[in-house]
């Protein structure tokens, strides 16, 4: 018997070069290969003769080979073989190219199994490069249900098949872990079972459940994982805040709160005098003000004699939110730093050593705050800011940090349910369902490369009017697709040819730290008229004097990424628009676009776009924060998502974190999950 964690290679067969074609698909071990699922299946288990053989419509038949194929060489490249084969219902000439290796193995006078469809375009009839196996061969590609794979350059599904199958012959699958009494109720195949039907299903109904059985599984150990945590941090404790008076702070307030606001503070306060750990998500629209309400929290903490720490997901973010906020609260007698991998390692080291000492009550930075090695003094209260880019494996990175701190989530991007339910199964949530007074409307228009000269027209008089505009590209320089705007060489030629007149000023991901908030800074003073930027300027950047958002290529982007960007304007009390480019002019891309031109609402936003695009993409970024499913697809599985969820519920509730066997073996997979969707988030 060979072990899941043995390599590829002790399969017959498996070479340098296959396994090199397997490591391709992140194919290594046995397990690998056996996790490996297809895509989609072929029944090929319809048999019958060749009188019964409908045009186009492949079925395997038994025949027998009348006479030695011969081979044609038509041209350079054109080999073909013709060979004529009959059962005792009729006969058929069956045509190969270019297959004369193969062909050489079809013996006069011997039966053998075909699958392959007939063509209604010759003479009588005629099938084009069957497959076909010898009559007492296992079958591989005849008589079966054939699983399709996900494949490589150089490997063929053939090839596929066979490995899978001899691994699954020497070889245990992955042991069962889901309990019997969940399997019982919830009609789920047995782990066995399952593997071996996967990969070599009896029916396609058989393949189904087979599937359905390892997207439950996922699922499940998911939404187990989640409640796990939240159990886990439910059953700490920690002081209850003593001092919840805000009146100082909202006194230190250039504005007064909107109703959303209060409430929401409302019940952040009720979770920190509780004495338990906080779990919350803050979801609120772009512009919905969802700082203050976080800044509120940390303000308590640090009352409290705590610290608190503020994630943002980029540096720019992190800087900007250090700005403000240091503005507002130093006065108040808070001491507040900047931590990002921006700083010169004798920044950042000085600033550990704060963090370290408690000589600073409120820390603000990127990720790395949790990732590193920064170590707290005391830390009361975890902020993560537009956290679907941190993920479920950052907040359980997080309650390992400090005595169980409090965590607010903050989120703008309202996430249809089925990803709320994945991404949030662990949190209460609150809703920001109001904006401050005095916002605009956002007018959106959507245009194509005739209107270029419009819109210069239309930048030039917002900078008229003494207003700001932002040019996003999709690009940061050149790049093979030459259709696509870079922003480099766009800012350039801004700058030369059309505003000469004008300060066009860059920024993109590639640049060094320093000079992007420099760039940022200088426009948020007013300095440059025109930013042209990538998506660095997605998420909270504030500039309330700029009033118009050009969106080069808009049908690169995800529709939630558009909306994320267009609430970048619309900020002060002027006017404000969105104009999207695209030269796309299929009508599904342009129809998704004009979704956009026509609503402001975030959420039915949202669900479209994760229906249109699915998960990976939703946000715009290969990194959801969650971890990867293997089988199942956020989009349409939400029905098992819903019953595996309620499963796991019930079965937690029911064995609590009882220390079973079967608890065990769960337990383990659940921290492989959570440990591999952290992999993928650095
Ligand atoms: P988001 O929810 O997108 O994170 P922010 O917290 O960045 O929103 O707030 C957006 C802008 O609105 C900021 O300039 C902020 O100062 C301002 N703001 C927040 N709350 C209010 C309020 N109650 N009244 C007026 N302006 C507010
Ligand atoms: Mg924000």
Redesign the pocket.
């Given at each position: 018997m060979a072990r899941l964690s043995d390599p590829v290679t002790i399969l017959k067969g498996v070479g340098p070069t296959k396994a090199k074609q397997f490591a391709a698909l992140n194919i290594f071990t046995l397990e690998d290969l056996i996790c490996h699922f297809p895509r989609g299946y072929e029944d090929r288990t319809r048999l019958v003769t060749i009188e019964k053989l409908e045009v186009d419509r492949p079925a395997c038949f038994k025949a027998m080979v009348m006479n030695t194929p011969r081979t044609a060489h038509i041209r350079k490249g054109l080999d073909v073989t013709k060979v004529q084969v009959a059962d005792h219902t009729g006969r058929l000439n069956l045509t190969f190219f270019n297959q004369k290796f193969t062909t050489d193995r079809l013996q006069y006078g011997k039966e053998y199994i075909f699958y392959g469809a007939v063509s209604g375009d010759f003479i009588g009839y005629n099938m084009a490069t069957p497959v076909f196996e010898e009559l007492n061969a296992p079958p591989v590609t005849t008589r079966r249900v054939l699983p399709i794979y996900p494949l490589t350059a150089g490997l063929s599904n053939v090839a596929v098949v066979k490995a899978v199958e001899q691994a699954l012959a020497i070889c245990d699958v992955p042991a069962e872990i889901l309990p019997q009494s969940v399997r019982q109720k919830y009609g789920i195949l047995p782990a066995q079972r399952a593997y071996y039907a996967i990969h070599a299903p009896s029916s396609m109904e058989e393949a189904e459940l087979a599937k359905r059985r390892l997207i439950f599984e996922e699922f499940f150990v998911f939404s187990a994982g989640l409640s796990l945590m939240r159990a886990a941090r439910a059953g700490k404790t920690t002081p209850a805040y003593k001092h919840t008076d805000l009146k100082e702070f909202y006194q230190a307030l250039?504005?007064?709160?909107?109703g959303a606001?209060s409430r929401a503070i409302g019940e952040i306060v009720a979770d920190l005098r509780r004495g338990t750990p906080m779990n919350r998500l803050v979801q609120?629209?772009?512009?919905?003000?969802?700082?203050?309400v976080a800044v509120a929290a940390a303000y308590l903490t640090v009352k409290n004699s705590k610290q608190a720490a503020l994630m943002a997901p980029t540096e720019i973010l992190a800087e900007q939110h250090y700005k403000?906020l240091s503005k507002l609260l130093t006065p108040l007698g808070i001491r507040v730093c900047l931590l990002t991998g921006g700083l010169t390692p004798k920044q950042k080291k000085d600033a550990r050593q704060l963090i370290a000492d408690g000589q600073t009550d409120f820390v603000i930075g990127t990720h790395a705050l949790v990732t590193d090695s920064t170590q707290f003094r005391d830390l009361g209260l975890v902020v993560a800011?537009e956290q679907h880019r941190f993920g479920v494996a950052q907040r359980s990175a997080l309650s390992a940090k400090g005595e169980a701190p409090h965590l607010l989530v903050?989120s703008?991007t309202p996430i249809p349910r089925t990803l709320a339910l994945l991404m949030y199964g662990d949190l209460e949530v609150c809703v920001?369902d109001e904006l401050?007074?005095?916002r605009q409307q956002i007018d959106t228009f959507l245009v194509g490369e005739s209107y270029r000269a419009r819109i210069n027209a239309f930048i030039r008089k917002q900078v008229d009017m003494g207003h700001q505009c932002y040019v996003v590209c999709p690009a940061v320089g050149e790049n093979g697709d030459l259709d696509l705007k870079a922003a480099t060489v766009w800012a350039e030629t801004l700058q030369q040819t059309v505003f000469p007149d004008l300060q066009v000023a860059l920024l993109h991901g590639q640049m060094k730290s320093t000079e992007k908030e420099q760039v940022m800074a200088a426009f948020a003073r007013g300095e440059a008229d025109v930013l042209v930027a990538t998506t660095v300027i997605e998420v909270?950047v504030?500039v309330?004097n700029a009033t118009l958002m050009v969106i080069e290529d808009a049908d690169r982007f995800g529709l939630s990424q558009l909306h994320q960007l267009r609430?970048r304007v619309g900020?002060g009390d002027s006017k404000s628009y969105c104009i999207l480019t695209t030269h796309n002019k299929n009508p599904e891309t342009v129809a998704r676009l004009k979704a956009l031109c026509k609503t402001t609402d975030g959420f039915r936003i949202a669900q479209e776009d994760l229906k249109l695009r699915g998960p990976g993409d939703f946000f715009g970024s290969r990194q959801s924060g969650l971890p990867v499913f293997r089988v199942a697809n956020l989009s349409c599985d939400l029905q098992t998502l819903q019953q595996a969820q309620q499963a796991s519920k019930e079965w937690i509730e029911a064995e609590g974190t009882a220390d079973t066997p079967e608890g065990a073996a769960l337990r383990a997979r659940i921290g492989q999950l959570f440990l591999r969707a952290q992999g993928t988030m650095n």
């Open positions: 250039p504005f007064s709160l909107t606001q609120g629209d772009v512009g919905s003000g969802k700082t203050m403000s800011d903050m703008a920001l401050p007074p005095g909270g504030d309330p609430g900020r």
